[in-house]
């Protein structure tokens, strides 16, 4: 069975640019959250999906925004780049009765 | 507001020697904790988990943690640490539907093993 798969492993973008990070959950799961992990941080909540609708948002800008698909799939899109933006992305699925699984993430790098 | 403090950034020990990570944690009701390892460039992988009940914890690895509510912490430990324990510790809490809600992560210790 596979875990939450995320892609793509690296990326490195310039400032100003826009990006998509793409997150496959675990089988049976149909929640889906989004985290961001600066270096030497601990991961910060960005926003949850749940039956396509964005269920909770942590203090992150409009320039972050999701979407979730019937499949449960999501994307998170980050447009105008900054350079504070590098961090880890990390993606994890939940179910009511399992609770968290996370990805291994998608490294950002904004130059 | 919730929030998650976790004093030490960085220990050392020595391999076989016993472990205990620190974590404060603060929120007006019963908070759902919980500790995560991170390797390098990995994901977080859960260790153990607190919701109600033993406020001993036993988790994987032969981590354990306790949960004492009158001190707002919830410390990890293990009594003989192997070098693959290396890596970065998070300790994090939720609120209610623990199991889908929103976690909040301190900012994490990173442990060090040496032969």
């Known amino acids: 069975d596979a875990g939450v798969t995320q892609s793509p492993t690296h990326l490195i973008k310039t400032r100003g640019q826009q990006v998509t990070l793409r997150c496959s959950p675990k089988s049976g799961h149909d929640t889906v959250s989004w985290y961001q992990q600066a270096l030497g941080q601990g991961p910060q909540f960005i926003f949850q999906?749940?039956?396509?609708?964005?269920?909770q948002r942590g203090n992150f800008p409009d320039r972050f925004s999701g979407h979730q698909f019937p499949n449960y799939s999501s994307e998170l899109n980050v447009n105008a780049l900054l350079l504070g933006d590098s961090a880890l992305y990390l993606c994890?699925?939940?179910?009511?009765?399992?609770?968290?699984?996370f990805g291994s993430g998608t490294r950002l790098t904004v130059v | 507001a919730q929030s998650v403090t976790q004093p030490d950034i960085h220990i050392t020990v020595s391999e076989g020697a016993s472990l205990e990570l620190r974590c404060n944690y603060s929120y007006g009701a019963t908070p759902y904790l919980f500790w995560y390892v991170q390797s390098p460039g990995q994901g977080l992988q859960l260790l153990l988990k607190y919701f109600s009940g033993d406020t001993l914890v036993q988790g994987i690895k032969g981590f354990e943690a306790e949960f004492k509510r009158s001190q707002s912490s919830f410390n990890l430990r293990k009594p003989s640490v192997h070098w693959s324990d290396a890596a970065e510790y998070f300790c994090a809490v939720g609120q209610e539907s623990y199991n889908t809600d929103k976690l909040i992560f301190g900012t994490g210790t990173r442990l060090q093993v040496f032969p």
């Open positions: 994890a699925s939940t179910s009511t009765l399992y609770g968290y699984t």
């Open positions: 999906y749940y039956e396509e609708e964005e269920r």
